[in-house]
């Protein structure tokens, strides 16, 4: 039998609170009950048949993949739901992200544990989905908590989405605060003005992106900058690897900033402005972004204006 149904629907029967929740907001009602999308548009239904259907069969599990943003005050109301309203869930948070979601569920358990130091990431990132879909697999909701967006740099999450899919489960995503977001706010750039550009840093340098100067470009981790099994100590970091390569594009006195985004509701964000010269040499972690202002406005084509004017300018067929 389908207990999470079954009580749900006793609930709403006689439960005037519930009630009164679920006609002020039946999509939020349901998913904070638990519900599957199969369940909630048998309930919207009000088909008898179908509920009843569903009624008999155990519950099929599913997995949400969530966002906690980069400090506590990012954590949004929707993702409280999806914790609160979980059977399990997993988290990879820091110890301040963490605190601020163990009193929204007694059965929250953390992931970090998997991270042996005798393990390639590849077999972290199976060890961690194996540890969500293990549970979804026998009929119950996952939630799994992870630090900033769970979509930007967070490659266990992306594959767990993959995998719980091909077994037949239902999975989803939920934005948080990116990192990138908060660079946006703290700098005071709007990516739409010259256009942005955004690369993981060892990405950029193996694989010889190009790029436009005349746009502002992004490149995330270069604290971790190098090749699997190249020591992380080098003094450097691979930043005069990447100097050297900025500057083929770039004067030596070109202004770039270190960026880390605050982890703390009361702490700034770091912001380090520093010229391509005296970047081989800083000290960066896993979390500085290096933000390369464009060089140069770009130039519009006045032949691309004058094609776009003229379509604007054509007569229109009458309707």
């Known amino acids: 039998m389908n207990q999470r149904l079954a009580d749900f629907l006793i609930d709403l029967a006689e439960n005037a609170a519930v009630r009164a929740a679920f006609e002020r907001d039946p999509a939020g009602a349901m998913a904070q009950a638990g519900l599957s999308a199969a369940e909630q548009a048998a309930v919207r239904s009000r088909d008898q048949r179908q509920i009843r259907l569903l009624l008999s069969r155990a519950p099929a599990g599913h997995l949400t993949v969530v966002g906690a943003g ?3 005050s990012h954590l949004t109301p929707e993702i409280r739901d999806a914790i609160t309203g979980a059977d399990r869930v997993f988290h990879q948070l820091p110890p ?3 605190a601020g979601i163990q009193p929204l569920n007694p059965r929250i358990e ?14 972290v990132t199976a060890a961690i989905v194996e540890r969500l879909l293990a549970p979804a697999r026998a009929g119950d909701s996952v939630c799994a908590v992870f630090h900033g ?6 490659y266990s999450a992306g594959a767990a989405i993959r995998q719980a899919r091909q077994e037949g489960l239902e999975a989803a995503m939920l934005p948080g605060v990116s990192a ?7 700098l005071g750039i709007d990516p739409a003005t010259h256009g942005a550009q955004s690369y993981e840093a060892t990405d950029f340098l193996v694989h010889r992106r190009r790029f436009d100067v005349r746009s502002l470009l992004l490149l995330w ?3 971790g900058l190098g090749i699997s099994g190249r020591p992380l100590h080098h003094p450097d970091h691979g930043l005069a690897v990447l ?3 900025l500057r083929v594009h770039y004067p030596p006195d070109h202004r770039i900033a270190a960026y880390e985004a605050a982890a703390d509701d009361v702490s700034p964000p770091s912001v380090r402005w520093l010229t391509l010269t005296e970047l081989p040499g800083q000290a960066v972690s896993p979390f500085t972004t290096l933000f390369v202002p464009p060089l140069e406005r770009p130039v519009a084509d006045p032949d691309v204006i004058a094609r776009l004017q003229a379509d604007a300018d054509a007569p229109r067929d009458p309707q």
């Open 96 to 98: 301040e992200l963490a």
């Open 110 to 123: 953390s992931l970090l544990d998997l991270y042996a130091s005798d393990r390639s990431p590849g077999a």
């Open 180 to 186: 990138e977001d908060c660079l946006y706010a703290d």
């Open 149 to 154: 967006h769970p979509g930007v740099l967070c």
């Open 70 to 72: 980069i400090r506590p």
């Open 243 to 245: 100097a050297e390569t």
């Open 221 to 223: 981790q270069v604290g």
